[in-house]
């Protein structure tokens, strides 16, 4: 069972971070998965309406979605990454771990180990994520857009209880 924290994060400027929801942190959720643990993270995320899955890393710069929320888990290796821009914290993530972030969410990697693997997906009605880098765009749009990115039915990780129905009411 996974360990399930959040975090809120207050806009620091540049990036936004969503105003109302955190971000939630299910430390350990696919640890015990048998067998190939990326296929494990995609199936459960499928499972539970989260599609539009990719299989990649964080990119290195600090980015958000203004348009989609995205959920994270990490299939192999380790990172240091910095959720929440700048007021935001440096979180320690491993295989096993998932991070789900409402619109807005800044994230970056900071260093991670060479093996490291992440799933990302996003709810299966999202629209197509955009990659917000701040201070680029329109900022009384992107804020705008982030306010209105509908909350999700189901839960990536838990379905139909916890997680979302707990924190982003």
């Known amino acids: 069972m996974a360990d399930v924290s959040t975090y809120q994060f ?23 998965a048998s067998g190939d643990r990326a296929i494990a993270i995609e199936n459960a995320f499928h499972t539970n309406g989260w599609g539009k899955s990719w299989r990649n890393g964080i990119y290195p710069f600090p980015h958000f ?11 192999a290796g380790s990172a240091t990454v910095r959720f929440g821009g700048e007021v935001g914290g ?17 994230h ?5 180990s060479s093996d490291l693997l992440v799933i990302g997906a996003y709810p299966s ?14 900022r009384q749009q992107i ?11 189901t839960d990536p990780v838990l379905d139909a ?3 979302i ?5």
């Open 10 to 32: 207050a806009d620091d400027g540049s990036i936004p971070n969503h105003p109302t929801w955190p971000m939630i942190v299910y430390k350990g959720a696919f640890a015990d």
């Open 65 to 75: 979605h203004s348009n989609a929320h995205e959920v994270l888990g990490i299939a």
């Open 90 to 106: 440096l979180f320690e993530v491993e295989a096993g771990d998932v991070a789900l972030l409402p619109a807005g969410t800044g």
């Open 108 to 112: 970056q990697n900071l260093g991670s």
């Open 125 to 138: 009605n999202a629209a197509n994520w955009d990659l917000c880098r701040g201070n680029d765009g329109d």
């Open 143 to 153: 804020l705008d857009s982030i306010r209105t990115v509908p909350l999700p039915s």
């Open 161 to 163: 209880s916890g997680g």
């Open 165 to 169: 129905h707990d924190h982003w009411q």
